[in-house]
C-alpha cells in the first residue's frame, strides 16, 4: 500500500488560493446571508479547508439596505453593548441600528458567526459590506454569486 497517497495536505498562508466574491443582499433574510457569508470567509466550502488557517475568500457584500428580517425581529431583536463603565449597558434595536448604518447590521451578524479569536478578527477583515450596489473593489474583479450556490 502506497502510504504517500493518504497524506493529508495541509493549507497554510502560502498555498491559500483566496478569490473574491460578490453578493448581492437585495431581498436576502439577515440570518441566512451571514451564515452563507461566514462559510466563504470561512473557506468551508473548499476542498482545502484548514481549520486554524484563513483559506476564506474576500467577500463583498452590496445592497445591505436592502436586507429583510422576518416576523418582529426589526422591533424585537436588540443589539447589546458596554461603555465599560458601570452601569454602561447600552442597547439598540433593530430598526435604531439599521436607521444609524445598514451595513453594521450586516457586519455583526456575520462576525458573531465567526471565532472568538485571533483568526475570526481576520477573517472579519476580509469582509465588505456596502451600502447601494457600487463598491470600490472593481479592480480585483470579484465573481458574482448566488447564495444558493453555497452549501
Same mark, same amino acid.
Given at each position: 500500500m502506497d502510504t504517500l497517497s493518504y497524506k493529508t495536505i495541509s493549507a497554510n498562508k502560502a498555498t491559500v488560493n483566496k478569490e473574491w466574491v460578490l453578493i448581492d443582499a437585495e *431581498?436576502?433574510?439577515l440570518g441566512r446571508l +451571514?451564515?452563507?457569508? +461566514?462559510?466563504?470567509?470561512? *473557506?468551508?466550502?473548499?476542498?482545502?479547508f484548514t481549520p486554524h488557517v484563513d483559506c476564506g475568500d474576500n467577500v463583498i457584500v452590496i445592497n445591505s439596505e436592502k436586507i429583510k428580517l422576518s416576523g418582529n425581529k426589526w422591533n424585537d431583536k436588540s443589539y447589546i453593548r458596554h461603555t465599560g463603565y458601570p452601569g454602561g449597558q447600552r442597547s439598540l434595536t433593530a430598526t435604531e441600528l439599521f436607521s444609524k448604518d445598514p451595513a453594521r447590521l450586516v457586519e455583526k451578524s456575520v462576525k458573531g458567526m465567526l471565532p472568538k479569536n485571533k483568526l475570526g478578527a481576520a477573517l472579519f477583515r476580509n469582509l465588505n459590506?456596502?451600502? *447601494?450596489a457600487a463598491h470600490t473593489h472593481e479592480a480585483q474583479k470579484?465573481?458574482?454569486?448566488?447564495?444558493?450556490?453555497i452549501n
Open positions: *431581498g436576502q433574510t +451571514a451564515s452563507r457569508v +461566514a462559510i466563504l470567509l470561512r *473557506g468551508k466550502h473548499k476542498p482545502n459590506v456596502v451600502v *447601494g470579484p465573481k458574482t454569486m448566488q447564495l444558493n450556490e
